[in-house]
């Protein structure tokens, strides 16, 4: 008995969401194969695309596979798992998400459902924690459930679903270097001036009340960080560059997709997130970097 599954690539934060909203993309995203196995426990089988760790307790889908398991009150299933990675590590559209998502979905299913797919995200979570040295959900809630998500609390952890309005469409560029989350974390500061965060709720509450109008200029009012952004563009070569060619062109609103280094852009219809697309690419054209770079619904 086996399952074969698509898991998608997610943009956390989305300017103003830091740790709390994500969106997920229809490409790109990984394949994953998981069949029932007579060894209990969880064995990563094969891993295509690129170099990660196969020992089950180092890898993220091995790691939130066995948060599931033991939170079975039977101990004995096991699995293994084939994992053919499309979306770059450290390429900041939730590489290591799409895995641990992955596979708390495709675990769950063999064994007929036990918990639900909100149920799911504490146990994915322990995927990120293992890559990012942090318990943050904002990519594997949106891989698990679809759309928009936000995480309205971490303790207890409560997820609440968004809608996407129709013509909402999401380009991201990826400058070819790894940014590793941990690293991008270890640059941010603990504390915010009062002023910045009423800059950014006012923003993300826009923007939450902008997904359930279909408000797009509402939307591109709302999509902001002065955050963490300022902190963590100067990480990225071209950032400011590839910002302002993505606006001109036509955009609601860019930023750093999650932990960067891809740069997204949201624009409300297929044409004009292609025109940024080249847009964009350009830019890293004249700069020499190489780039990979993808147009994607949200849903
Ligand atoms: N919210 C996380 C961060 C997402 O920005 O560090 C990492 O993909």
Not at 26 to 33: K, L, N, R, S, V
Not at 268 to 292: L, N, P, R, W
Request: glycine fraction near 10%; charge should be negative.
């Amino acid at each position: 008995e086996e399952i074969k599954l698509f898991c998608p690539a997610t943009i956390a934060n989305v300017s103003c969401g830091f740790d709390v909203l994500g969106l997920c993309l229809t490409q790109p995203g990984d394949e994953m194969i998981i069949r029932k196995s007579s060894t209990p426990g969880i064995q990563i089988t094969k891993i295509g695309g690129h170099n990660l760790p196969l020992a089950t307790e180092k890898n993220v889908a091995g790691v939130a596979g066995l948060a599931l398991l033991n939170n079975l009150k039977e101990l004995k299933a096991g699995f293994e798992i084939e994992i053919y990675k499309h979306i770059k590590p450290g390429s900041g559209i939730g590489s290591s998400a799409a895995s641990a998502a992955g596979a708390v979905f495709g675990i769950n299913q063999l064994l007929g459902e036990p918990f639900s797919t909100k149920d799911l995200i504490p146990f994915a979570m322990q995927g990120e924690l293992l890559a990012s040295g942090a318990l943050h959900a904002d990519n594997v809630a949106p891989a698990l459930l679809g759309g928009f998500t936000l995480v309205r609390s971490y303790e207890p952890l409560d997820v609440i679903k968004l809608p996407v309005p129709d013509q909402l469409m999401a380009t991201v560029i990826h400058p070819q270097l790894e940014v590793k989350t941990a690293d991008a974390r270890s640059v941010l500061k603990h504390s915010v001036s009062l002023k910045s965060a009423i800059t950014q709720w006012g923003n993300l509450g826009g923007l939450i009340s902008a997904l359930y109008t279909s408000d797009y200029n509402l939307l591109a009012r709302c999509l902001h960080d002065e955050i963490i952004e300022p902190l963590r563009s100067v990480l990225i070569p071209g950032f400011d560059e590839v910002k302002k060619t993505a606006l001109a062109h036509g955009a609601l609103g860019s930023g750093i997709s999650g932990s960067g280094p891809s740069i997204f852009a949201l624009s409300k219809d297929k044409e004009t997130a292609q025109k940024i697309a080249s847009a964009m690419a350009e830019v890293y054209q004249k700069f020499e970097v190489d780039y990979d770079i993808h147009v994607s619904k949200i849903n």
